[in-house]
């Protein structure tokens, strides 16, 4: 019982402390670059199992409400898939920015919220259960709207398979759902909540090995060409918190919960699954963004944290994770 108690206190510990033991992982792959390498072929299971963790930690009531207002499932859809995108080009369009850039920023735009996006909201306690049901959908559409927008808005026609893709994003979800209903199953009444902190820490793991995995080759690149992969830094941290305002601002109606949670997944976008359709001879410089992307992703959280603190005072303020 020893060494599992210690475990527990290990991860409840990396749970209590997620934003910041996130900020600081973020540079785990880019100061170990062979790490980098060696984590690069658990990009997958990562997903699968940081998707599982996450569903045994949100309210599945309250995803199932989410899912009978079809209304809000489609306004939501429609904003991550469409406005967001859209809305991005038109804004860029009027910016005098490297062409490789602009293109990148409007790809991550017309991407989903990354699967990870619930694991963070539960983090910080806004609303995980939105995050997972807009997510989902979202996920599963994306090969219905970025192949149109990607040519419409920049002229690029991607190299991916509608039926595979989908049926590759669906294993994904499956699988999944189907390991997190097989331990909410089998796990004792009150388990789950009485471990809700070593879940959080699994899910902390779990996505320091996709932030490690994901920066494999950025360190050669930084040394090589510092002054663009600064620029490409700067825009991530432009592009994230911008849309994040946009999302809040356009379902403000929804109260500060629910808009926060709407802007969180709106700027933290899935570009990892465009890295399977984009052509082989996609520009390099694109695929970097999407690497360096992920340090908003990961850093924000904690910088984020006195403005979710003030602005969630009654509910959300003692359960944020620091």
Not at 82 to 105: D, K
Not at 140 to 147: E, K
Not at 193 to 198: C, D, E, Q
Request: net charge neutral; aromatic share 6%; hydrophobic share 65%.
């Amino acid at each position: 019982m020893q060494p599992f108690a210690s475990l527990n206190t290990g991860l409840s510990f990396l749970g209590a402390h997620a934003t910041r033991v996130l900020f600081l992982g973020i540079f785990l792959g880019i100061a170990l670059p062979p790490l980098a390498s060696l984590a690069r072929p658990l990009l997958a299971p990562a997903v699968v199992l940081l998707l599982s963790a996450t569903l045994l930690r949100v309210d599945w009531s309250a995803m199932r409400e989410y899912a009978r207002r079809p209304v809000l499932a489609t306004l939501l859809t429609a904003w991550l898939l469409l406005g967001a995108p859209v809305i991005s080009w038109l804004l860029l369009s009027r910016l005098v920015l490297p062409e490789s850039l602009t293109t990148a920023i409007v790809l991550m735009a017309a991407a989903p919220p990354i699967l990870s996006a619930a694991a963070i909201a539960v983090l910080l306690d806004l609303d995980g259960a939105l995050a997972v049901v807009a997510g989902l959908i979202s996920t599963l559409l994306t090969p219905l709207t970025v192949p149109p927008l990607a040519l419409a808005l920049l002229g690029i026609a991607l190299d991916i398979s509608m039926f595979d893709f989908m049926l590759r994003l669906g294993g994904i979800v499956v699988v999944a759902f189907l390991a997190a209903l097989a331990i909410r199953h089998v796990a004792p009444p009150g388990w789950l909540h009485a471990h809700r902190s070593g879940i959080d820490g699994v899910v902390v793991i779990l996505m320091l090995l996709f932030a490690v995995a994901i920066m494999d080759g950025v360190t050669e690149t930084a040394i090589a060409r510092p002054g663009m992969v600064a620029l490409w830094v700067l825009a991530a941290f432009v592009a994230n918190p911008v849309l994040q305002l946009l999302g809040m601002a356009a379902f403000s109606w929804l109260g500060r919960r629910g808009a926060l949670t709407v802007g969180l997944i709106s700027g933290n976008c899935n570009m990892g699954l465009l890295l399977a359709s984009l052509p082989p001879a996609a520009d390099f410089d694109v695929l970097l963004f999407f690497a360096l992307a992920q340090l908003p992703i990961f850093m924000l959280p904690a910088m984020m944290l006195p403005v979710y603190r003030r602005l969630l005072p009654e509910t959300a303020a003692p359960e944020l994770r620091d």
